[in-house]
């Protein structure tokens, strides 16, 4: 089973920018489409972001369209968070559906990693 490390979590003010990363360990992310999900305290997991293998297709959530950015090279894909604000804050996860497709929904999601935290506080 494919597993999944994210990292570059961390604190960061309002308005400022934060990226994540999300790498497979001990195999490839090449064939797979990645999600990017968070889940605050008392909240429900949340789809953000997925992109699918080759790419060429992205999907956002509506709360993070315009500020977030997915996109992946050869063996990692990135989060770039712009314009934080509070409510972003949360533990971030990365997922994959086990193909090459995109969903922003958990439950189509099949391994996931242990996720990282982001806090946007001043």
Same mark, same amino acid.
């Given at each position: 089973?494919?597993?999944?490390?994210?990292?570059? =979590?961390?604190?960061?003010?309002?308005?400022? %920018?934060?990226?994540?990363?999300?790498?497979? %360990?001990? %195999? @490839?992310?090449?064939?797979?489409?990645?999600?990017?999900?968070?889940?605050?305290?008392?909240?429900?997991?949340? !789809?953000?972001?997925?992109? @699918?293998?080759? =790419? =060429?297709?992205?999907?956002?959530?509506?709360?993070?369209? =315009?500020?977030?950015?997915?996109?992946?090279?050869?063996? @990692?894909?990135?989060?770039?968070?712009?314009?934080?604000?509070?409510?972003?804050?949360?533990?971030?996860?990365?997922? @994959?559906?086990?193909?090459?497709?995109?969903?922003?929904?958990?439950?189509?999601?099949?391994?996931? !990693?242990?996720?990282?935290?982001?806090?946007?506080?001043?």
């Amino acid at each position: 089973q494919l597993q999944l490390v994210e990292s570059g =979590g961390g604190l960061v003010q309002p308005g400022g %920018s934060l990226s994540v990363s999300c790498a497979a %360990s001990g %195999s @490839t992310l090449d064939y797979y489409a990645i999600g990017w999900f968070r889940q605050a305290p008392g909240r429900e997991r949340e !789809g953000v972001s997925c992109i @699918t293998a080759s =790419g =060429g297709r992205t999907n956002y959530a509506d709360s993070v369209k =315009g500020r977030f950015t997915v996109y992946r090279d050869s063996a @990692t894909v990135y989060l770039q968070m712009n314009s934080l604000k509070p409510e972003d804050t949360a533990v971030y996860y990365c997922a @994959t559906t086990g193909g090459n497709w995109c969903s922003l929904h958990s439950a189509d999601f099949a391994s996931w !990693g242990q996720g990282t935290q982001v806090t946007v506080s001043s």
